[in-house]
């Protein structure tokens, strides 16, 4: 009976219909061929099993699944069946997930993520007991690391911008404390409590457990030179027209390292370093010109080689998250580009 109605059905009948292009989105085209206009039995699918077409559609199924066998399947399998068609997914929960998804379709990468989040344990078990599991709603897991994916932490969180502040100073406050350190602070951040509770928790281990000797800056490789002494920081500051010179004081402290990037594109370089460690603070050209986005990716790769970090400093990421817990309006949606999210400072500007 399937094979005979897609013999049946026109080029014509295979257009997806507006209601169709509006409901699918992504998957319009590819649902009016499985369903000809006016789309009526998919229409009649419950919201579970149209998500599970979308997903179906988006290639997270266990085997290739032709377009008639795919029908049959939402159209006539119990949830079970439908359920184990996915891969990666544990079948428990899914299609109870989905009855919660909305009406419209979404994006083929908020399927991916979705995916990925239902294979993971803990973000699993979140996801199932949202009031509804949509992109808006399970972005913020899927910001944050694996250890945090609880219920008591992605309850408290206001936005996807709060979910990017958590997740980088969990970054932070692991990276400052001894190997191992992730699964207890993971445990401590989720005791529960409000907003204000978790985030102060976080602010709190921004502080390391313990007090260390600050280490030397980093010894980087060719083309990279070292800026060494005061009349080479001012000979620096000349070539390149800035005032780096300004900033002798805090690199004869040990609080700053500078670096000339001997290569095309020729470029000033600055290494600020707080209780996480050295971090990226600064990079220009002559005449305090921009860099190219895919220069700084390359150097900010190389510098992770060299255990130097990239993003805002420790206090301004602690700041931040005290602005979170009290309330502070910020963007609710994280939607920056990679130069921006490495927060570069116009220290000689």
């Avoid at 998919?42 to 795919?70: I, K």
């Avoid at 100073?169 to 445990?187: D, H, K, Q, T, Y």
């Avoid at 600050?214 to 060719?222: F, H």
């Avoid at 609080?255 to 990079?283: K, N």
């Amino acid at each position: 009976m399937v094979a005979q109605l897609f013999h049946r059905a026109s080029p014509r009948a295979r257009t997806a219909s507006p209601l169709l292009a509006y409901l699918a989105g992504d998957f319009a085209d590819a649902i009016a061929r499985i369903w000809p206009a006016p789309h009526g039995e998919f229409f009649a699918l419950p919201a579970a099993r149209r998500h599970g077409v979308a997903m179906a559609l988006a290639g997270h199924v266990s085997q290739p699944t032709p377009d008639a066998e795919l029908r049959r399947l939402v159209e006539y399998q119990r949830d079970a069946a439908v359920a184990e068609a996915f891969t990666h997914i544990p079948p428990t929960g899914l299609m109870r997930a989905l009855a919660k998804a909305g009406e419209q379709l979404w994006r083929r990468e908020d399927y991916d993520t979705f995916v990925a989040l239902m294979a993971e344990p803990m973000a699993n078990e979140v996801l199932r007991h949202l009031d509804n599991v949509r992109p808006a709603a399970f972005a913020p897991i899927a910001l944050l690391p694996a250890a945090l994916r609880m219920a008591s932490v992605v309850r408290v969180l206001p936005s996807t911008a709060a979910a990017h502040d958590l997740a980088r100073a969990f970054r932070l406050a692991v990276r400052m404390r001894e190997p191992g350190a992730s699964a207890r602070i993971a445990r401590r951040w989720g005791a529960g409590g409000d907003i204000r509770a978790v985030f102060g928790r976080a602010v709190e281990d921004l502080t390391p457990d313990m007090f260390r000797p600050a280490g030397p800056a980093p010894v980087l490789a060719a083309p990279f030179v070292a800026i060494t002494g005061r009349k080479q920081l001012e000979a620096v500051a000349l070539e390149f027209r800035n005032c780096l010179a300004e900033h002798g004081a805090r690199v004869a402290e040990g609080r700053m390292a500078g670096y000339v990037w001997r290569a095309e594109p020729l470029a000033a370089i600055a290494l600020s370093r707080d209780v996480a460690g050295w971090r990226l603070a600064e990079a220009k050209g002559p005449d305090n010109v921009d860099l190219e986005e895919g220069y700084l990716r390359q150097l900010a790769a190389r510098l992770d080689l060299a255990g130097v970090r990239t993003g805002p400093s420790v206090q301004n990421v602690s700041c931040r998250l005290d602005d979170w817990a009290n309330g502070t309006s910020y963007p609710r949606e994280h939607r920056v580009s990679f130069t921006e999210d490495l927060a570069l400072g116009d220290l000689w500007s």
